[in-house]
T-cell receptor, first 111, second 113 residues
């Protein structure tokens, strides 16, 4: 499929490394945040979410950290695998508004 | 299987033609959305609907139209007024409310020939 990652920031890691993908969000009032994974030619898939009353949330091999002071969100992937190669988007939301998406980061995992 | 189905996966349009992209969901979600994705960019909101028979413009609604006659369906028409329609189009749905994620379809790639 066509690359949605053209001109995106790219993070290249070796299989087994830990990956950290960062996102600066725009609205200091946002109270809900989501990380999505998008493989080439497919729709985004939900990975993990976090509410603004938390600063850390863990899932299976993934951790999201939220720093509201500097409006920063990060996604940590432990023991990165080739199947993790994709574009990762953060999204933010304020109350009943629609989701606003960041531009994405491409993660490339080498065997 | 519960989910969102977009069709067709690939669509070719001649200049000056209108085309309609289909989006159906069986998740019983009230809200549905259309996004456009261009290479190297994030998702930009075209239109959204939070209830049947009602919809609102998103950030880039010019040249597009939608309808929401049924809860399950939210078709998008790309009109001839859209100057640069070649893109990847994504439909999503969600429950209404604050802390709710959107679930996406697999997208339709539209190319103007």
């Amino acid at each position: 499929g066509e690359s949605v990652g053209l001109h995106l920031p790219t993070l290249s890691v070796q299989e087994g490394d830990n990956s950290i993908i960062n996102c600066a969000y725009s609205n200091s009032a946002s109270d809900y945040f989501i990380w999505y994974k998008q493989e080439s030619g497919k729709g985004p898939q939900f990975i993990i979410d976090i509410r603004s009353n938390m600063d850390k949330r863990q899932g299976q091999r993934v951790t999201v950290l939220l720093n509201k002071t500097v409006k920063h969100l990060s996604l940590q992937i432990a023991a990165t695998q080739p199947g993790d190669s994709a574009v990762y988007f953060c999204a933010e939301k304020y109350q009943y508004s629609t989701l606003t998406f960041g531009k994405g980061t491409m993660l490339l995992v080498s065997p | 299987d519960g989910g969102i189905t977009q069709s067709p996966k690939y669509l070719f349009r001649k200049e000056g033609q209108n085309v309609t992209l289909s989006c159906e969901q069986n998740l019983n979600h009230d809200a549905m959305y259309w996004y456009r994705q261009d290479p190297g960019q994030g998702l930009r909101l075209i239109y959204y609907s939070q209830i049947v028979n009602d919809f609102q413009k998103g950030d880039i609604a010019e040249g597009y139209s939608v309808s929401r006659e049924k809860k399950e369906s939210f078709p998008l028409t790309v009109t001839s007024a859209q100057k640069n329609p070649t893109a990847f189009y994504l439909c999503a749905s969600s429950r209404t409310g604050g802390n709710t994620e959107a679930f996406f379809g697999q997208g339709t790639r539209l190319t103007v020939v």
